[in-house]
């Protein structure tokens, strides 16, 4: 009798696995795959600008005050700049026309000033100290803040910031939601009472008035912040977690664990939680655009990072000042950036609650 091969049936069950179905069908999405790119494409910048590899140096001084975009470097007068040569020449000058002053005013020569000694040491120390201006660019390419900043590094380090907060926070805020959801869901009875009643009264107050809130007592800082959301927006997590519990306690699969001796813990993280991961998966992505935007809110209205620290919001509360003298290219990079992964983030959600669906085909 030939031998044949045969796939163990834990290899099967691996192989057609719901993440392989869902992979497969992300990657058959065009619009979905390319949304996952540009997305993994922000985070591999943000974790280089986070670990220092890139836009290190984004609080140096490098350009003159509202240097513009290389496109637009035409559009603004040539700053002159001295070098050492002339900073000297015009030293010189000064002593010299000071030391007229002395005289003609006291009426004595320099040999017969008493202070002229005194006042030889003291250039001859001040010219050894001499500081000399560092030559500033006129333009960069995506141009200068009001300090001269480059506004190219202060994006890349702001979105460092700004994933670590989202990311840190939805992470956060999924785990309080999906612990609560499932304890009310699959418990029920008193527990399930309460923790509704703790639902209902942070639903009962929006959102934003409640991160102001906890901002305001806690302070800034990013851990504060990634506390502050976390803490108001566990809510729709625990609401989609509870309504999954109740409905997967009782099919036929817990009822099996129950039958074999299966604790509560392990039915409800080892049987019933590996079968709606895939919503909690979307409810992270859809969780991570919320708090990007909730941060730059934050920080506009000078609640959320320290001053130490650039944010895509901190760089936008800087905007109505420059806008207001003309100044628009700091806005306009902060917008795009922003604008562009928020989209990306909103197209992954979609494609991946329709990938990771169990019921499509």
């Known amino acids: 009798?030939?031998?044949?091969?045969?796939?163990?049936?834990?290899?099967?069950?691996?192989?057609?696995?719901?993440?392989?179905?869902?992979?497969?069908?992300?990657?058959?999405?065009?619009i979905g795959f390319s949304a996952l790119c540009i997305v993994g494409a922000y985070l591999l910048l943000a974790l280089a600008a986070w670990s220092g590899l890139i836009a290190s140096h984004w609080q140096d001084e490098v350009a003159h005050p509202y240097a513009p975009p290389t496109l637009f470097a035409g559009a603004t007068p040539h700053h002159v700049e001295l070098n050492a040569a002339d900073i000297d020449a015009a030293d010189r000058r000064a002593t010299s026309a000071a030391a007229l002053d002395s005289s003609g005013a006291t009426g004595l020569s320099a040999s017969e000033d008493p202070l002229a000694a005194d006042l030889a040491a003291a250039q001859q120390q001040s010219a050894q100290y001499r500081s000399t201006e560092l030559a500033r660019a006129d333009s960069l390419p995506l141009g200068a803040d009001q300090r001269g900043r480059d506004v190219l590094q202060k994006l890349l380090q702001g979105s460092a910031t700004s994933l670590q907060v989202g990311i840190a926070g939805a992470l956060l805020a999924l785990a309080i939601g999906t612990v609560l959801g499932a304890l009310s869901g699959y418990f029920g009875g008193l527990l399930d009472d309460l923790l509704m009643w703790?639902?209902?009264?942070?639903?009962?107050?929006?959102?934003?008035?409640?991160?102001?809130?906890?901002?305001?007592?806690?302070?800034?800082?990013?851990?504060?912040?990634?506390?502050?959301m976390a803490f108001t927006s566990w809510t729709g997590t625990f609401r989609l977690m509870r309504a999954e519990f109740i409905k997967h306690k009782g099919r036929e699969y817990v009822r099996a664990a129950d039958a074999i001796g299966a604790g509560h813990g392990r039915r409800m993280f080892h049987h019933i939680l590996p079968n709606v991961s895939h919503l909690l998966l979307v409810q992270f992505s859809m969780l991570t655009v919320a708090l990007i935007k909730y941060e730059a809110i934050l920080s506009f209205l000078g609640f959320g990072v320290g001053v130490t620290q650039v944010s895509w919001g901190a760089m936008l509360a800087e905007a109505p000042a420059e806008l207001l003298q003309g100044y628009w290219w700091q806005m306009l990079a902060v917008t795009l950036c922003m604008s562009l992964l928020v989209t990306a983030f909103s197209l992954l959600s979609d494609s991946l609650r329709d990938a990771l669906d169990p019921k499509v085909k």
């Open 198 to 228: 703790g639902y209902s009264v942070f639903t009962s107050v929006p959102d934003m008035l409640l991160l102001l809130a906890f901002a305001a007592v806690s302070g800034r800082g990013i851990g504060t912040v990634v506390l502050v």
């Open 1 to 30: 009798m030939p031998h044949t091969s045969t796939t163990p049936p834990a290899a099967q069950h691996h192989h057609n696995s719901l993440t392989r179905i869902g992979w497969r069908r992300l990657r058959r999405d065009r």
